[in-house]
């Protein structure tokens, strides 16, 4: 079945930066969009980050864009976000998601593919 896992999250102080990985199994990966989402405390879901099954083409929400680089290794099955100059805004807790791009990942639909996530802490 389809399975994505989610690591690499943790505690840092404003300015840091982490690695998050998502191993991804149970489906083409490599034929596969992806996307990272987040979800804050009391808020809802985010739309953060997406790639192409290729990885050529990568997309950003403006509010990370210069800060957050997504990637992926098609070889490993595994979709990676690189975090930079992390703010207290960015804590929360982040998940991969499959086949969908923007607002359209955040759907029921696609909620159901969610890994359990990482959870990323930013203290100021």
């Known amino acids: 079945q389809v399975q994505l896992v989610e690591s690499g999250g943790g505690m840092v102080q404003s300015g840091g930066s982490l690695r998050l990985s998502c191993a991804a199994s149970g489906f083409t990966f490599s034929k596969s969009l992806m996307s990272w989402v987040r979800q804050a405390p009391g808020k809802g879901p985010e739309w953060v980050s997406g790639i192409d099954s290729s990885g050529d083409s990568t997309y950003y929400a403006d509010n990370v864009k210069g800060r957050f680089t997504i990637s992926r290794d098609n070889a490993k099955n595994t979709l990676y976000l690189q975090l930079n100059s992390l703010k207290a805004e960015d804590t929360a807790l982040y998940f991969c998601?499959?086949?969908?791009?923007?607002?359209?990942?955040?759907?029921?639909?696609?909620?159901?593919?969610w890994g359990q996530g990482t959870q990323v802490t930013v203290s100021s």
């Open positions: 998601a499959r086949n969908c791009l923007d607002n359209v990942c955040l759907s029921a639909a696609f909620r159901r593919s």
